[in-house]
């Protein structure tokens, strides 16, 4: 199993980092952690540098924060980006948050990073990892407008939008919302499981208790239950999924 999307470099984990993820070894293959935010790059450094071979990274700026980032402070993440591109697998997560951010001036500087965001994965030959809460049309539209194509779109949460994400050959990360969402349960169904991955968006979405990478387990019973596979071919064909997507073939 492979948790496809998680942030260990979040404060929750300071106290135990290193027991959470040594704990994660003995039951993952891999886990991908995302930094969101320039001040969390070096940590996010310091950890995978760290778990080898085990941890690797996704980096960018979470759209949530359009309004405290200034340009220059773009630039800078970008160049340090750039700088460690051999130890990232991939770009995000970036897109678009309609959810927290509401006026109209920083939506429009959203999809201007976002952009960013495409055209240095491009650059850097590099996957894109999507967040798209309560924009997931706009952030379609975007991606095919500016021709991506390795993209993940993670906690995606619009059904009616499934037909457009397959047509693309995009994929789906699924986390713990499924044992409380009937809209990613329709995901689950909609989807192929050759197009889905696990993940648990950790430390986040732990519904009242604490949430690690762990948690993909969970996650992948649920997708077989759902779409009535056998467990183990789940966590099978979902490792695949993200060993092939984020470049992890020397495992």
């Known amino acids: 199993m492979i948790d496809a999307h998680c942030h260990l470099e979040q404060k929750d984990y300071n106290p135990d980092r290193d027991e959470v993820i040594l704990n994660c070894k003995k039951e993952l293959k891999a886990v991908v952690t995302c ?28 759209p949530e924060y359009i309004s405290e980032v200034p340009e220059n402070e773009v ?64 952030c379609l539209d975007i991606l095919r407008e500016q021709k991506a194509e390795r993209v993940l779109l993670h906690y995606f949460s619009d059904k009616d939008l499934i037909p457009e994400v397959i047509e ?46 762990l948690s993909v387990r969970m996650v992948a019973e649920k997708i077989a ?8 071919d789940v966590d099978k064909i979902t490792t695949e999924n993200a060993v092939k997507f984020f470049g992890l073939e020397n495992l």
């Open 75 to 138: 630039n800078k993440y970008f160049e340090e980006l750039k700088k460690n591109k051999k130890l990232l697998v991939g770009i995000g997560e970036c897109g678009l948050d309609y959810h927290w951010v509401k006026e109209e001036k920083w939506r429009e500087k959203q999809k201007e990073l976002f952009v960013k965001h495409i055209n240095l994965a491009k650059e850097l030959n590099l996957p894109l990892v999507i967040h798209s809460r309560n924009a997931e049309k706009e």
């Open 225 to 232: 239950k759902i779409k009535d596979l056998n467990f183990e």
């Open 168 to 213: 693309a050959n995009y994929f789906v990360s699924v986390n713990t919302s499924v044992f409380r969402s009937k809209t990613t349960k329709k995901i689950i169904k909609r989807m192929p499981i050759e197009k889905l991955m696990t993940e648990t968006d950790a430390p986040w979405l732990g519904f009242g208790k604490r949430n690690t990478p």
């Open 35 to 62: 930094c969101a935010h320039l001040r969390d790059f070096k940590k996010s450094l310091e950890i995978i540098k760290k778990y080898k071979n085990f941890v690797f990274l996704t980096a960018g700026f979470h």
